[in-house]
Nanobody, 119 residues
């Protein structure tokens, strides 16, 4: 059974930082690209960043480029999202997702973790 479990969310003031973690189990982690998404109330789910199998060449959405950094540790089956210079508009539920090498889209999702940025 595949599980993706996010952690690290919480309440932070604008300008602050948080580090999200996503621990994966039940899959061969090194065979999956990983991504982070978010969904704010009343808005559609937004892609933030993806990272390849080996951790190279991450690709960021313009909304977070320069502020967020993705990384992965294949030995720990974990992907991270370092979020700096947080803004109130970053408030959302953050999800990690996994995409197998042959899949066109992400197929496994975590339950999400809430991030709230106060002004």
């Amino acid at each position: 059974q595949v599980q993706l479990v996010e952690s690290g969310g919480g309440l932070v003031q604008a300008g602050g930082s948080l580090r999200l973690s996503c621990a994966a189990s039940g899959l061969t982690f090194s065979r999956y690209s990983m991504g982070w998404f978010r969904q704010a109330p009343g808005k559609e789910r937004e892609f933030l960043v993806g990272i390849s199998l080996s951790g190279g060449s991450p690709y960021y959405a313009d909304s977070v480029k320069g502020r967020f950094t993705i990384s992965r540790d294949n030995a720990k089956n974990t992907v991270y999202l370092q979020m700096n210079s947080l803004k109130p508009e970053d408030t959302a539920v953050y999800y990690c997702a996994a995409r197998y090498v042959t899949w066109e889209d992400y197929g496994y999702w975590g339950q999400g973790t809430q991030v709230t940025v106060s002004s």
